[in-house]
């Protein structure tokens, strides 16, 4: 199903008089102090995210999954949903695969029905954290740090499969997540893990083709509670440096101790050129894949702030790969993704307002005070309007949750799916 371009028009106009007071308000607010609210705006229609195929369907905890009615049962339609999601918000441009869940049987026809929505096939996802049907070996012990070859050969041979499909697609990167590590002490040697992972990344490395990229992702803990090999940026640097100009470190919200600074890890990668894709979501306790911006959004704020900088700044590292990597459990995952669209557009509005020559001036002053007060006057700024106007340009709903319930979207997708059809995944 589609949503018409009137239906979008139509439920704006309800709305637009007060978003265009409140757009006036904020516009001569931020030009009196000197910024070029085009500028931003232009910034935020540019700014799209990636959603994983796999959060269009109701998320599975380690103690069962609660499935949503009208979940999209084939990849058709879990591109089809993102491009409801795209024609709503106008943020959420590409769709990031994962194999084996979302082998396309047909990729012409997987290529024309993204092309229609609109959609473009962002980084594409390998797995060997779970067993497949009909496969030789079992990762129960570990993949890419197998101390079995053949074992590590099944997991290399499998992310190869998943680049020729990605870029049978268009795909322009592979991301590597391993759930590689042990349970218990003296389970595994730490040298030789990481010594296999290493050279099994060299592995999959030299078979991207030029214009790829490798993402390689981290993870302290979980499903594995005593080390995992690729534990922290660090390591995931180390590999990303092994591998060569084409490998990068992706930074997870989620996949960090409690409490550790990842805008400084984003800063630090940055600086040094290897920050190739980075994965929202939100955590109160672990790796707990909830909402954008529902538990900690200044957070989210100061890890945007130097998102920002370094993009501005360092031309060394590419344009990082966004997507968003959360799981719904109780939501609707439309409206789930919908919000956290809108947190980290936010998100990034607050921090392409942060006034970076004051700041600059009063860090060299020593001036701690005035640098707080910089990043609360930019954190402190509603920017919905802004967001809203991004989208209104683009073509988007002033308010699209509100619009996404006004049309009854979701009832269309139980018309059409049924109430018990459920979304490949975990
Ligand atoms: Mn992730």
Redesign the pocket.
């Known amino acids: 199903m589609k949503i018409s371009k009137d239906q979008i028009y139509n439920t704006n106009q309800k709305k637009i008089t007060q978003h265009h007071a409140r757009f006036d308000f904020l516009a001569n607010e931020l030009d009196a102090s000197g910024l070029q609210v085009n500028e931003l705006v232009d910034k935020l229609v540019a700014f799209q995210v990636a959603i994983p195929s796999w959060a269009l369907g109701a998320g599975g905890t380690r103690f069962g999954r609660f499935s949503y009615q009208g979940e999209p049962s084939s990849l058709e339609q879990k591109i089809e949903d993102i491009g409801l999601l795209h024609q709503l918000t106008q943020t959420a441009g590409a769709v990031s695969l994962h194999i084996p869940w979302d082998i396309p049987e047909d990729t012409l026809a997987i290529k024309e029905k993204a092309l229609e929505n609109r959609i473009v096939f962002d980084a594409v996802n390998s797995n060997t954290f779970q067993d497949q049907k009909n496969q030789a070996f079992s990762y129960k012990f570990g993949s890419l740090c197998n101390t079995n070859k053949a074992v590590r050969e099944q997991a290399i041979a499998h992310n190869k499969e998943v680049i020729k499909i990605g870029n049978d697609l268009g795909s322009k990167s592979l ?1 590597v ?1 391993l759930a590689d590590g042990a349970n218990f002490p003296g389970q595994n040697n730490f040298q030789t893990a990481l010594s296999h992972t290493e050279d099994s990344l060299k592995e999959i490395y030299k078979y991207l083709p030029e214009d790829w990229k490798l993402f390689i ?1 981290y993870k302290p803990y979980e499903p594995n509670f005593y080390s995992t090999v690729i534990q922290d940026w660090g390591t995931s640097f180390m590999l990303a440096n092994a591998c060569g100009p084409k490998a990068y470190t ?1 930074v ?1 919200l ?2 960090h101790l409690p409490n550790t600074n990842i805008e400084q890890i984003v800063a630090t990668l940055m600086l040094k050129g290897k920050l190739g894709g980075f ?1 929202f ?1 939100d955590s109160k306790y672990g790796d707990d894949d909830v909402t954008v911006g529902s538990i900690k959004p200044y957070s989210l704020f100061l890890i945007f702030n130097e998102l920002v900088y370094g993009i501005e700044n360092n031309k060394q590292n590419p344009y990082p790969a966004w ?1 968003i ?1 959360a799981s719904h459990n109780t939501k609707d995952p439309l409206e789930d993704l919908m919000q956290s669209l809108e947190a980290i557009q936010i998100a990034y509005a607050k921090a392409l307002l942060v006034d970076q020559t004051k700041l600059k001036a009063a860090q060299q002053e020593h001036d701690v005070v005035a640098c707080q007060e910089i990043l609360h006057a930019a954190y402190n700024t509603d920017v919905r309007p802004l967001v809203a106007q991004a989208r209104i340009n683009a073509g988007g709903a002033v308010t699209p949750i509100e619009t996404y319930r006004n049309l009854q979207i979701r009832q269309s997708l139980i018309d059409i799916r049924g109430k018990n059809s459920v979304a490949s995944g975990l």
């Open positions: 991301t997540w992702e992706l997870d989620g996949h994965h979501n997507m990597d």
